[in-house]
């Protein structure tokens, strides 16, 4: 049985994940807290009797001024104005000299100024004492200000609001978010986006850890479509992470074309994540030189995933060097599977050293198939005992192929029920080969339907054994397959089952229904195994189609079976091609068939080659079975009598 996980491939290089969690809090819009006033446009310009009144004390013309002033930076002018009016009482100058206060750095007297704005009813002045609280460590005094803004109707403080709410792990978040959301604020729209994502179950948890259900008892597709509608609104106003996400949905609902374009368009906005998804995108089509475009912009931006599709590119190419670059390139950037890429690219090269060293290194950054690899690398040196917690530490993080390997650690130190447990684990996250050992053991157990459910989902899962050994347990239970009583013939192989009908050759237009089991021999065979292809002969013989027949026991013969070549012998002389079918027997027999060796000895009898005869009765007694051993005794006696004569 060999180990998984030591001939890992170059991999894609980790698509950008669907649902990113650290990604999901990372906010992408700086809130600036904006100059209040009506009555001046954003160049800052107001009518001539609106200066002139400003000039002559007019505490409104004084706040229009001062916040025209203030959004052309004229910090020195503005505060003037700003200051005359706030202390006349101006709520709307009160709040702008706050935000004037705080560009100059004095940020404890901008506060007093937002605080007498926000008491006087400022929504806005009460979103910048919210969040300068905030930015103090004063949790509590920023939720109360930002919750007075954000139930005032202010966007930037119903986002801000949910945003320290999520922070701090309480309840009311997503309401907020929504609010926000609704009111055309982008972030927030994504931030509902990733909720909905995470509530719908879509981002997918390691399939050997457990993790809770999703909140709620909303329906998840319902969940993962709502995302959709507000990724699609973020994305729309130049969120370029909401465009990745979106693309990264309709790419696993098969939208590929749609997909492309949100890729693009929030790799154009600088989103490296796109581009490298958009490569990933265009190697799909087939389109390689524009995908290695895009990885290439994406990697110079600094994205690891994008530097590890580069380096596996190259390595398929047999550009080493080149790939062993990018994987620097990838390593540099903090991405841990640039080790374990480069770990896989110095096992290729027998650098065995060099890639334990990457793995290492992969392994402690927590990349668990490193942590498989190194396990594996160092049981082929024969260090189990060093090997043992790598592949624990890999299959506690979710590595099928490590819980795969550890039940067969356990199973080589005859370990059997530690085995068993690693192989079960393995087995429901889905690994057709474990599914395989776990059927083994249900049939030791007796409990051959239990059995069958595992060796189908191994055989489905592409297991050749597996295909081979749910085969054998189907013909066995078939009542159309009867078992033989040891007489010689194409069927006495495996146990001397036999057909019903064998040897009747089908009537012109008739046709033979294939029971299920040979379709699974079938495939095992198909796929080189060679039990699997003398039993596919057999079946083909049992049907009177000799030419099939012939092709499988000599597929099987000419990879190494003794039992094919002995089938084949039987049915070249059937045939009337003694001589070929000799030269079979001889082969079969050398390999360590008594039944062959019989046949050889029969054969060297009926000849007169006396001496040869009792040279291959001498092989069958050594070989048996018993019956053969018995039958070759009473063959050598009597050719010895003939000898002595």
Not at 377 to 388: I, N, T, V
Not at 565 to 579: K, S
Request: net charge negative; hydrophobic share 45%; charged share 25%.
């Amino acid at each position: 049985m060999e180990l998984m996980g030591d001939k890992a491939k170059l991999d894609d290089a980790g698509r950008p994940a669907a649902h990113d969690a650290q990604a999901a809090h990372m906010a992408e819009a700086v809130h600036t807290t904006e100059p209040d006033g009506e009555g001046a446009g954003r160049d800052g310009a107001l009518p001539a009797a609106t200066r002139a009144a400003a000039e002559r004390g007019e505490t409104g013309a004084q706040s229009l001024l001062g916040a025209a002033l203030l959004r052309q930076g004229d910090l020195e002018g503005a505060e003037p104005h700003l200051r005359a009016a706030a202390l006349a009482g101006d709520r709307a100058a009160a709040n702008n000299l706050g935000v004037l206060l705080h560009q100059l750095g004095r940020r404890a007297e901008a506060a007093e100024w937002w605080r007498t704005a926000a008491v006087a009813g400022s929504a806005a002045a009460a979103h910048a004492l919210g969040r300068h609280q905030r930015e103090r460590g004063d949790e509590p005094a920023a939720e109360y200000w930002l919750r007075q803004a954000a139930e005032s109707g202010h966007t930037l403080g119903a986002y801000a609001l949910a945003d320290l709410l999520e922070h701090r792990g309480e309840d009311g978040a997503e309401q907020w978010f929504r609010a926000a959301a609704e009111r055309g604020h982008r972030e927030a729209a994504y931030r509902v986006g990733m909720a909905l994502l995470r509530l719908s179950g879509c981002a997918e948890p390691s399939p050997l850890v457990e993790s809770p259900e999703p909140v709620g008892r909303r329906n998840r597709g319902e969940a993962a479509t709502e995302a959709e509608r507000w990724f699609r609104q973020a994305a729309a106003r130049g969120h370029r992470r909401a465009a990745l996400r979106l693309g990264t949905l309709l790419e696993e609902r098969g939208e590929a074309r749609e997909a492309g374009r949100w890729y693009l368009i929030a790799a154009n906005d600088g989103e490296p994540r796109a581009a490298c998804a958009l490569g990933f995108l265009l190697r799909d089509a087939g389109n390689d030189e524009a995908a290695e475009q895009w990885w290439r912009r994406a990697a110079e931006a600094g994205d690891g995933n994008a530097a590890n599709a580069l380096g596996a590119l190259c390595a398929e190419r047999g550009e080493r060097a080149a790939a062993e670059r990018w994987y620097h390139t990838a390593l540099d950037a903090g991405d841990a599977n640039g080790a374990f890429n480069l770990g896989l690219l110095s096992a290729g090269q027998g650098r065995t050293a060099q890639a334990e060293k990457w793995y290492r290194r992969a392994a402690y950054a927590g990349h668990v198939e490193a942590a498989n690899a190194l396990a594996v690398l160092l049981l082929q040196r024969g260090d189990a005992q060093g090997a043992e917690p790598w592949f624990s530490k890999a299959a506690e993080g979710g590595s099928v192929d490590a819980a795969f390997n550890l039940g067969i650690l356990h199973a080589g130190r005859g370990e059997e029920e530690r085995a068993r447990r690693w192989y079960e684990r393995a087995c429901v996250a889905g690994h057709p080969e474990a599914a395989l050992q776990v059927a083994v053991a249900l049939l030791a157990d007796g409990d051959e339907g239990a059995a069958e459910r595992r060796l189908r989902e191994a055989a489905e899962g592409g297991s050749v054994e597996g295909a081979f050994r749910l085969a054998d347990l189907l013909e066995r239970q078939d009542p159309e397959v009867a078992v033989g009583t040891g007489t010689f013939g194409a069927t006495d192989t495996f146990g001397g089952r036999s057909h019903r009908g064998a040897g009747r050759e089908a009537g012109a237009g008739e046709e033979h229904e294939h029971a299920e089991y040979e379709s699974w021999y079938r495939r095992a065979a198909e796929a080189g195994h060679r039990r699997a292809q003398v039993r596919l002969g057999m079946c083909a013989a049992a049907r009177g189609d000799v030419v099939e027949a012939a092709h499988w026991y000599r597929a099987a013969a000419e990879a190494g079976s003794s039992h094919g070549a002995f089938n084949l012998g039987l049915l070249l002389a059937r045939e009337g091609a003694e001589p070929e079918a000799a030269l079979w027997w001889t082969r079969a027999a050398e390999a360590g068939h008594g039944r062959a060796a019989l046949r050889l000895a029969l054969l060297a009898a009926r000849r007169g080659e006396l001496a040869e005869g009792r040279h291959w009765c001498a092989r069958a007694m050594e070989l048996g079975p018993a019956e053969v051993a018995g039958r070759a005794e009473r063959l050598s006696e009597a050719l010895h009598t003939e000898l002595t004569a």
